[in-house]
């Protein structure tokens, strides 16, 4: 079989048609909803594989020739997210098809706030950063025409006088009309494409085979996997020439990974045409399998072509020229059409994706603000005008395509050129993984981010490609823009230890990254980004009334207009009866509900995406983008689970309380247990002593029968004596315990404190007598009123004074008493003359059962229960006691009533 | 195993493949030996690129349904 141009040509284009013969029967296939097998996840996963485009099928070949393994890096980055699909693809589709996502700048712009700038900004950058990409799949498409026109002995056939631009303009004026053809047929809903994904598909498997079938083809001829590579040893080809695991290997594998999530193309097969979220799981692994089948032979290849074709031999091309150059003309075509497929499949999708991109966010925003109201007056105004300016962008993305292609034309590598659009459409990474897991993220810094990244991007790794074909760009590559040489784009900051590409992806996204993180720690939230940052996040949190929506009024007859302009009469129709059939209202009297508007609006993003939509709607719908109730419901929410937290906090801040309440509580318990053990044992102390002398006389008493009289007597004498002190003792402890417990009936009368004072001086006179101390009274009150009980008042003064006799040992004892009034207070203040009450014993001169030191020595030894007993009266009766200095030297104590003001106070 | 470890072998197993592929892991098959004619290196990132795609299939299997999940979208695409 003889290859010519031509042959090759009419091969292509026949190849062509079959493909749109393909989409078109898919097409109908689904619409008559039995899209059975073309809905199934291998046919999902073969889509996906529109990733190997040229590059991989001539390039990796090429990369494969001049780095060795290298290439490899560019199937093992998708691998692992594929692998890892759970953590990120798996959010990424679902929140995709729950807000109805239509591309990548469609998600950035619906998760920032329905930003328009976003998504104006992100599409113009993947425009730029993906226009390296198609000028590749055009260099691969052309150089494998040259490659098969210059191997032909029949020359360039009808491509005579065509040089290798005149081809590639060629090349992107057929891709354009075929896209156009294939691609902008309708404005579908969702953005699916099944008979494009099919088409796609089927592709996948073409380039598949051919490759396996030029691998195997190699294998054979090479003498075995064994002499391939023994062979390419002897030939002194040797891969471990270069640094295989070095940064570059990081670098290119990091690229790969972001790339197969921000593509536009792979977003759009992954994410947009996805019809079932577990084909996903499908893919995790199927998707992973077919990159290693293409890559499975790609070494081989390699190694053989660099060991038997010529030197100097274009090794990007070695898939196609092995089997021309072995004279294996039908499988030399096989290989070109599989070549030419991963070529077609790339550059159909990525403008498909790309064009949506412009369409919906570039297109329609302007319309609306331009208010083109003579356009969309029609019914089917909206959808025309979206598939015209679908039909140029992609005339305009192939043609930025083909420029690129122009001015570079001079670079002879396919791979490089591929790795500067990934390091491009990876500045979308840091975004898109904040929009998935970061609530705080903002618009501002997104966009900031964004911009930053890409203009690293232009400058480290867009701008020295042109190198080769421009003299001025060589000069800034070298010396620095007017000499400032730490702005080298391949060494900025003076890094030049790195590869070139490493440099580019590090600077980039280090910047991007930065820039993201501070931005939207220091900026804040508008209201609406607030609530579709919370819809991103909690992606199986349904929300639970749809806030974001639009709220105000509107007729249904602007509704089913809007409706009808893009969804088409059909569409719309079906949508207005669902409504009505399930509301139960005729459809002439149907209100919208906040519900229905905004279901309506995700279905019109469904087809111009979020940011769109929603301006779209918002201008029909009278009420403003967020009411004033949305917002004040908003805060609402906010304000519940703030207060729920403050709720939590209360309880805990009162559990710790009362924690504390209780230990405290439990340490007075242990306290007064200790007082009572204490007690306890005084009171044995106190009773055992007359007790024993009652025993001990008792046992004389008993055993010596032959007393005389007087010791009998005397015996008896002191049992008595210690029986009264002890029933007295008893007294006073069933007094102190009961003033304690506080459980006796108190008589509160008014009485006049003067009466008590009179009784006490009376009963302690006879003692005073018998002990020889003068008593004097200094000073009276003529009347006061108190309440209380006087007669325990008298208690309290009799053991006040009579302490003062009882322990007063000086020469010529003197008690002096006086009672005066002291605002409020009546008080009572009895000194004497004895020899007072050491510093140390004072504080303790009220504790239960305390005796001083004078007390003991005393013949009147109370139980020391005297005092802690007149202080308990007065705090009964509210007053108090204390021990005073005194002008005097010995002891001066002072009590004190409060005065009842009372008039009734009659005494 | 319970869902939550699943998910986190699940993870594991994504982190510990890129582990593999990457240095200083992968420097321990760059010696100049050769398996079959294959530079043992370039054996190494296939056999672990063939390992993950086995675990992959494996994972794809277990994980558990999202019942939530694809029953919203269901509903999305049919409203």
């Known amino acids: 079989m003889t290859l010519t141009a031509d042959l090759v040509i009419a091969t292509s ?195 598949l085979t051919a490759l396996i079938a030029v691998g195997v083809f190699v294998i054979y001829a090479g003498g075995g996997l064994e002499g391939v590579f023994t062979g390419a040893a002897a030939a002194g080809i040797d891969i471990y020439d270069t640094d295989t695991f070095g940064d570059r290997w990081i670098g290119s594998m990091l690229l790969a990974a972001a790339a197969i999530i921000c593509l536009p193309r792979q977003f759009q097969v992954t994410v947009v045409e996805n019809s079932d979220e577990s084909h996903l799981r499908t893919a995790s692994w199927a998707f992973p399998a077919y990159m290693l089948a293409m890559s499975l032979f790609i070494l081989p290849i390699a190694l053989y072509g660099l060991t038997i074709m010529p030197a100097g031999s274009n090794p990007d091309m070695f898939t196609l020229t092995l089997p021309l150059a072995a004279g294996q003309g039908g499988l030399a075509l096989f290989a070109f059409i599989g070549g030419f497929s991963s070529a077609t499949s790339m550059i159909i999708l990525e403008s498909i994706a790309l064009s949506i991109m412009v369409s919906n966010h570039i297109v329609v925003p302007l319309m609306l603000r331009f208010g083109a109201e003579g356009h969309v007056g029609s019914d089917h105004g909206v959808r025309r005008l979206l598939l015209r300016a679908r039909r140029v962008s992609i005339v305009l993305i192939l043609f930025l395509g083909f420029g690129y292609f122009y001015l570079t034309r001079s670079s002879d590598a396919l791979a490089p050129i591929g790795l500067i659009s990934f390091t491009g459409v990876a500045q979308f990474l840091p975004a898109i993984l904040a929009a998935l897991f970061w609530r705080d993220a903002s618009a501002k810094a997104a966009i ?266 005397s015996f008896v004498d002191t049992i008595h004596k210690e029986s009264l002190r002890l029933t007295s003792l008893l007294d006073e402890i069933l007094d102190v315990s009961a003033l304690e417990k506080g459980d006796r009936v108190w008589e509160a009368n008014l009485f006049d404190p003067e009466r008590s004072l009179d009784q006490a001086l009376r009963v302690c006179n006879a003692l005073a007598l018998h002990n020889g101390t003068t008593l004097q009274v200094t000073q009276r009150v003529d009347s006061a009123h108190v309440s209380g009980d006087a007669d325990r008042l008298s208690q309290v003064l009799i053991n006040l004074i009579s302490n003062a006799i009882k322990y007063n040992n000086a020469p010529s004892p003197t008690v002096w008493i006086r009672s005066f009034i002291d605002g409020p207070h009546y008080c009572v203040e009895i000194s004497d003359n004895g020899a007072g009450i050491p510093e140390a014993e004072q504080p303790r001169i009220f504790d239960k059962f305390y005796r001083g030191q004078r007390g003991r020595a005393t013949a009147y030894a109370g139980a020391g229960l005297g005092l802690p007993i007149s202080r308990e009266i007065l705090a009964r009766m509210r007053g108090t006691l204390e021990l005073v200095p005194s002008a005097a030297e010995g002891a001066c104590f002072c009590m004190r009533l409060p005065l009842e003001m009372d008039a009734r106070a009659t005494g | 195993m319970i869902r939550r470890k699943l998910v986190a072998a699940a993870l594991f197993f994504t982190l510990f493949g890129a582990i593999a592929f990457m240095p200083p892991f992968a420097l321990l098959f760059r010696t100049n030996t050769r398996v079959l004619g294959v530079p043992l290196e370039a054996a190494y990132i296939f056999v672990v690129w063939i390992l993950l795609i086995l675990g992959a299939r494996w994972f794809s299997r277990v994980l558990p349904d999202d019942n939530a999940a694809p029953a919203d979208a269901q509903q999305d695409r049919s409203s």
């Open chain 1, 448 to 713: 900031a981010a964004i911009s930053t990244g890409f203009l690293v991007w232009l400058w480290a790794s867009f701008l020295p490609s042109f190198a080769t074909s421009s003299p001025s760009v060589a000069a800034i590559m070298a010396e620095g823009p007017y000499g400032i040489s730490w702005l080298r784009p391949q060494a900025l900051f003076g890094l030049d230890m790195l590869d070139p590409l490493a440099h580019g992806v590090f600077w980039s996204l280090f910047a991007n990254t930065t820039v993201l993180i501070l931005g939207s720690l220091v900026t804040r939230q508008s209201a609406l980004e607030h609530v579709q940052a919370a819809l991103f996040i909690d992606m199986s949190g349904r929300s639970p009334s749809e806030p974001g929506s639009l709220h105000g009024s509107a007729t249904t007859d602007d509704l089913l207009l809007v409706a009808r302009r893009v969804l088409g009469q059909q569409r719309a129709f079906d949508l207005f009866s669902e409504e009505a059939r399930q509301t139960g209202t005729a459809w002439t009297s149907l209100e919208p509900t906040p519900a229905f508007i905004n279901r309506l609006e995700r279905e019109l993003a469904g087809s111009i995406g979020a940011a769109s939509a929603h301006i779209m709607l918002s201008k029909v719908v009278s009420g403003g983008e967020v009411s004033l109730e949305e917002v004040m419901r908003m805060a609402d929410e906010t304000q519940q689970v703030i207060e729920h937290s403050q709720a939590l906090e209360r309880t805990s801040a009162q559990l710790r309380a009362t924690a504390e309440k209780l230990e405290a509580a439990n340490l007075q318990l242990r306290e007064v247990d200790r007082q009572k053990d204490e007690f306890l044992s005084q009171v044995s102390h106190e009773v055992r002593t007359p007790m024993t002398a009652i025993r001990a006389f008792s046992e004389i008493l008993l055993s010596e029968r032959d007393l005389d009289e007087s010791s009998v007597r």
């Open chain 1, 13 to 207: 284009v026949a190849y062509v048609g079959l493909l749109f013969l393909v989409a078109f029967l898919a097409d109908r296939h689904t619409r008559r909803r039995a899209g059975g097998f073309l809905r199934s996840p291998f046919v999902y996963t073969l889509s996906i594989s529109v990733y190997c485009t040229s590059w991989t099928f001539y390039g990796a070949v090429g990369s494969a020739a001049r780095t060795g393994l290298e290439f490899v890096t560019i199937y093992l980055g998708p691998t692992l997210v594929f692998i890892g699909w759970w953590f990120i693809l798996r959010r990424l589709v679902h929140i995709s098809h729950s807000q109805r996502i239509t591309s990548i700048a469609d998600l950035l712009s619906s998760r920032f706030g329905k930003s328009g700038v976003l998504g104006v900004l992100v599409t113009l950058l993947a425009v730029i950063a993906i226009a390296p990409y198609i000028a590749l799949q055009l260099k691969a498409v052309t150089s494998s025409i040259e490659a098969i026109a210059g191997a032909s002995e029949f020359g360039r056939g009808s491509l005579e006088g065509w040089d290798e631009g005149g081809l590639a303009f060629g090349v992107a004026a057929g891709m354009a009309a075929f896209t156009i053809l294939f691609g902008t047929r309708n404005v579908d809903a969702n953005e699916q494409h099944h008979g494009v994904v099919a088409a796609i598909a089927l592709e996948a498997v073409v380039k």
